[in-house]
């Protein structure tokens, strides 16, 4: 397993958290309000961390008689833009499906169509042809992650616009992962590229917080759970899921978070109490075998290192 894999894995286990936060904050939070305080929140701290990289990497090259390239030089609209709409559009699509269809089956589609929308961006936009090893990895992991949410009960109705809602927050995520990629290789930093689309993002969602039921973040436990929601599971561990994104293919780190569901079903055994059956941990153990197959080198690469050993 690579650093990459490494760091894209523990930004999931970050991003699982989330629920159990939730689970734990105070009465009266609201799906949406809670999502874009977050947003808010977490594309502050990702544009102060921004600007920070960039005085430090100014500040070296001044010292060493060079100049620094202007940090709003070379941005792409289209790939910055499309960026934050994906951040905002799985905000709204996910609370949406949730509240549509229920969280079990919202939750399975959005996150197992995540990978797969992905891939196919990635194919399209950037000519990325998915692999057969990717493949296999995510029919595990996406199997696994759909039988271990659904072991932990709650709402399985299927509402045909709760599902086209599921399916566009998996776009979003989709959309979003191929864009941040196509940025960073254009030479731009995690910190600036997870800045701009958090930023715009919290931007477009300010009317949320605007419209809402805000009352909750005036009381300590609100304030709390915003301030970790922001700067945990969404400030450092999309500063860790950029710099894996930064060595791998889009689709395989969209694979690769679905550690998320398997983080959120481990922290409510052992902080919240609950109690899965067998079947749960079915799930759990397909999860991990989707990850463990997509982290292994391919066969061609382990044979061209042997070669170049015995060379």
Request: net charge positive.
């Given at each position: 397993m690579t650093r990459a894999h490494r760091l894209v894995l523990l930004s999931a286990v970050?991003?699982?958290?989330?629920?159990?936060?939730q689970a734990l904050g105070p009465d009266g939070t609201t799906p949406l309000t809670v999502g874009a305080s977050r947003i808010a929140i977490g594309?502050?701290?990702?544009?102060?961390?921004?600007?920070?990289h960039i005085w430090?990497?100014?500040?070296a090259?001044?010292?060493?008689?060079?100049?620094a390239p202007s940090p709003l030089m070379h941005w792409a609209p289209g790939p910055a833009l499309a960026g934050a709409l994906g951040v905002v559009g799985y905000q709204l699509c996910f609370f949406a499906a949730v509240d549509a269809t229920g969280v079990a089956?919202?939750?399975v589609v959005a996150l197992g169509s995540g990978p797969a929308f992905a891939g196919l961006f990635g194919l399209a936009l950037r000519k990325e042809r998915p692999t057969r090893q990717w493949a296999l990895a995510t029919a595990l992991a996406v199997t696994g992650a759909a039988v271990l949410v659904l072991a932990g009960g709650g709402a399985t109705s299927v509402d045909p616009v709760g599902i086209a809602l599921a399916l566009g927050a998996g776009a979003s995520y989709g959309l979003y992962t191929v864009t941040s990629k196509t940025l960073l290789e254009h030479g731009h930093s995690p910190e600036g590229v997870m800045a701009v689309a958090f930023g715009l993002g919290a931007v477009l969602l300010s009317p949320v917080l605007v419209i809402g039921d805000t009352a909750w973040l005036t009381t300590p436990g609100g304030a709390t759970l915003a301030l970790y929601l922001g700067l945990i599971p969404t400030a450092l561990a999309y500063i860790l899921f950029a710099r894996g994104l930064q060595k791998l293919p889009a689709a395989s780190v969209a694979t690769l978070t679905l550690a998320e569901p398997l983080t959120a079903a481990s922290l409510g055994v052992a902080v919240l109490g609950e109690r899965p059956g067998p079947v749960a941990g079915l799930g759990a153990l397909l999860v991990l075998s989707g990850l463990l197959v997509l982290s292994l080198k391919p066969k061609a690469s382990r044979?061209?290192?042997a070669a170049t050993a015995g060379a």
């Open positions: 970050l991003f699982g958290t989330t629920g159990t936060a594309g502050a701290a990702l544009v102060a961390i921004a600007l920070l430090g990497r100014g500040s090259m001044h010292r060493a008689h060079d100049r089956v919202g939750t044979q061209n290192a």
